[in-house]
């Protein structure tokens, strides 16, 4: 290999290396440097979020059973489920939770390019700014996954990347019961709990052990006793 091929070949790999480390960061052992990226909060309590919606099934039901818990949540929208299903988008707003951008459509911002992931994020939050009537300030990529140019769109676009310290792998085949057994592992104060409210990237109906799991999660919680809120909330500065 010639010098001019050595040249181009480092080029590259510095390239793809500043296009990927923010996933490595955020999903390694780095993770733990970053808390507020990570979605470790305020303590006393911890946020609720749900990625996906709004589903035309399964969001209303989230937002039946959280109007009986008494629970306020952060939904993470994309922008083609908005703009199928606005009415949805807009009773969670009526209900009085929050709304958060988690893209346009539901692809791997990691092989995307910039631009790609730019007018995504930008689709998006016209969409849900048009649906809802409200800004969104926080963003979740899809599957959690962060590349510099979902970075650079963020902070063109005002929004506030935030991640995940527990999850339920509710997008599986599962029960309420699983569900929360993934969940209680790293249930701890100032924690952000990941939801799905819809099935359209998990299997189909997924959302009913999610729902059955919310009731299960509230008994777990009080034994602990810990709040449930917001983002705007959780991760309001101390």
Known sequence: MNGRNVGLTAALAAALTCHAAPALVARGPL???????????????????????????????????????????????????TRRHPEVARQIVAAGHEVGVHGDVHR?????????????LTRACTTIRTATGTQPRWFRPPYGVLSAGSMRAARALGLTPVLWTAWGRDWEPSTAQRVLDQLVPD???????????????GAPGSWRATVGALSLLAAELDRCGLAVRPLREHLAPA
Do not use: K, Y
């Open 108 to 120: 791997n911002h990691l092989f995307r390019s910039a631009p790609w992931v730019r007018q995504d």
């Open 31 to 81: 993770r733990r440097a970053m808390p507020r990226l990570a979605g470790q909060g305020l303590p006393g309590g911890l946020a609720l979020t749900f990625d996906d919606g709004p589903d035309p099934a399964g969001t209303p039901a989230v937002l039946r059973t959280l109007a009986e818990l008494d629970w306020t949540a952060t939904f993470f929208l994309l922008g083609d489920q």
């Open 187 to 201: 249930l701890r104060e100032g924690a952000t709990v990941l939801l799905h409210d819809s099935d359209c990237t």
